[in-house]
């Protein structure tokens, strides 16, 4: 839902432009992420709870996944990114999901399994996300402004070099920059 409302407490008068909108689909569970910037809205669907007997999105053959859905509040208009994720995260209007590539059976990062976690995005204007980094097994992403920051799965190869990354995403709905290794 898209709520706005300004009020004068001090008399109980309020005024609104009040406009509700509600998704056509079911989180995916209570404790689901929802993430916003600017117009957009993310969160995760649940497959198990669309239509009699689910619907499998990523085509993984089941329907037990939490897919990744994003909400042009302005617009109304929905796009189901046909991703299994279990985090996102908005930086400058692109989003970013961490996804386990064994739950959405597919191998993001094209080393010829799908044993990995890997950070993908994708800006306003696409509907595919694309492949940024491998990520270590128990990390979480933060995104602050522009910049996401998150743990890869490499291990440092240079002097003060950590496994720690950031991408920058420079202006609204812009494609992020290469990884860059965050040093000690």
Known sequence: RHTRSLCDWSSDVCSSDLAVRNSAVALA??????????????FLLSEAAQGSGGSDYNQDGDTVDSIVTRINTDTASRTILDVAAQELAFARQTLFMLVSEAA?????NGDMD???RVLLYVSPSESTPTFLDTVSSATSMAAIGGTVVYAAEAAPTG???????FTEVASNG?????????LT
């Not at 569970?29 to 993310?42: E, K, M, R, T």
Request: charged residues 15%; proline residues 13%; glycine residues 8%.
């Open 114 to 116: 799908v044993s990995d």
């Open 159 to 165: 002097a003060m070099e950590t496994n720690l990354r």
């Open 104 to 108: 959405d059976a597919r191998d993001w």
């Open 174 to 182: 812009a494609v992020p920059s290469p990884p860059q290794p965050i």
């Open 29 to 42: 569970s209570v404790n689901s992420p929802v993430v916003g910037s600017g117009v957009w809205l993310g």
